[in-house]
């Protein structure tokens, strides 16, 4: 019974470039969340997803920063034009439902470092 | 003022004592609470989650909710040196706005063998 899955675990790109971070949910799980944790600060909630769907995107930066979940595949998290700042931990979480508090379950992180 | 506080640590304890570990917020929109484990460059793994007020109880693990106080707290009976992680708190309104989880920063927790 496979957990949440992230790819790539690491990635390192230039100022500039793109990077893409995937994430498969666990099985039976169609609801995925993205989160960013920068050093020294707890973790942010990016963008909520289901199938097809972008359900909340509050916390997406303006710029640089789109998401998707299509039909088939994983979910994506794009970065274009890379900053420094953009150098985290970014998290996915998946869950059956909507809501109901029962929490999330994590990926184990993409650990992207902009040079 | 922050959503959630929570004390940054580091919290060092013997091990076999018991660990209180805490989070304020302050949006009575909450109503989910959770808390979370996290070793070092690993995602954060779900321990407890629970809605109302009072206790739940897994284990060695003790989950308390103060709605009124606006205050949450973990408890870990007997710690073992392998309880010794990040200790996130986090947070869930009803589902009528966002639907991500609100984190505190992280207790950092010791057990010194």
């Known amino acids: 019974n496979a957990g949440v899955m992230q790819n790539p675990r690491h990635l390192v790109r230039r100022r500039g470039q793109e990077a893409r971070l995937r994430c498969s949910p666990m099985?039976?799980?169609?609801?995925v969340y993205w989160y960013r944790q920068l050093p020294e600060e707890g973790l942010k909630f990016m963008v909520y997803?289901?199938?097809?769907?972008?359900?909340?995107e509050s916390g997406m930066p303006k710029e640089r920063f789109s998401a998707e979940f299509p039909k088939e595949g994983p979910s994506i998290l794009r970065i274009q034009q890379v900053v420094r700042g953009d150098s985290a931990a970014y998290f996915c979480?998946?869950?059956?439902?909507?809501?109901?508090?029962?929490?999330?379950?994590f990926g184990p992180g993409t650990r992207l470092t902009v040079l | 003022q922050k959503e959630v506080e929570q004390d940054p640590g580091p919290l060092s304890v013997p091990e076999g004592a018991i660990v209180s570990l805490n989070c304020t917020y302050s949006?009575?929109?909450?109503?989910?609470f959770m808390w979370y484990r996290q070793y070092s460059r690993k995602g954060p793994e779900l321990l407890m989650y629970?809605?109302?007020?009072g206790n739940k109880e897994d284990g060695r693990f003790t989950a308390q909710v103060d709605k009124s106080s606006k205050y949450i707290s973990l408890f870990i009976r007997d710690s073992q040196p392998s309880d010794s992680a990040t200790y996130l708190c986090?947070?869930?309104?009803?589902?009528?706005?966002?639907?991500?989880?609100?984190f505190g920063k992280g207790t950092h927790l010791i057990i010194q063998p």
């Open positions: 979480a998946s869950s059956p439902r909507r809501t109901g508090g029962r929490g999330q379950f």
């Open positions: 099985k039976g799980h169609s609801h």
């Open positions: 997803l289901q199938k097809e769907n972008i359900i909340d």
């Open positions: 949006n009575s929109a909450f109503q989910y």
């Open positions: 629970t809605y109302s007020s």
């Open positions: 986090a947070m869930e309104g009803s589902g009528g706005g966002a639907d991500g989880l609100t």
